[in-house]
Nanobody
Framework: QVQFVESGGGLVQPGESLRLSCTASGFTFSLYAMSWYRQAPGKERELVATITRSSGNTDYADSVKGRFTISRDNPKNTVYLQMNSLKPEDTAVYYC????????WGQGTLVTVSS
């Protein structure tokens, strides 16, 4: 079955960096665009970044543009999110998701940005 395992979250101070990873299984990873989402406490889940199947194109939410970079390694079935210059408002549980109408979520990885 389709599964996602996110990792790399943690507690960091404002201005620091983290790199999240999401390893997928149960489908042909290279055939799908992939996205990162996040859900902050008390808020709805929001789209953060998307990358096409061959990494040819990426797109970002305005709130993270210039600070976050999405990438993927198709042979490793993994998508990454490099997060720089983190802000307290980036605190959230981060999830990855494949494109398409069928929605599958992993357990997410918690990112806390606090001094």
């Amino acid at each position: 079955q389709v599964q996602f395992v996110e990792s790399g979250g943690g507690l960091v101070q404002p201005g620091e960096s983290l790199r999240l990873s999401c390893t997928a299984s149960g489908f042909t990873f290279s055939l799908y665009a992939m996205s990162w989402y996040r859900q902050a406490p008390g808020k709805e889940r929001e789209l953060v970044a998307t990358i096409t199947r061959s990494s040819g194109n990426t797109d970002y939410a305005d709130s993270v543009k210039g600070r976050f970079t999405i990438s993927r390694d198709n042979p490793k079935n993994t998508v990454y999110l490099q997060m720089n210059s983190l802000k307290p408002e980036d605190t959230a549980v981060y999830y990855c998701r494949r494109a398409g109408r069928d929605v599958y979520w992993g357990q997410g990885t918690l990112v806390t940005v606090s001094s």
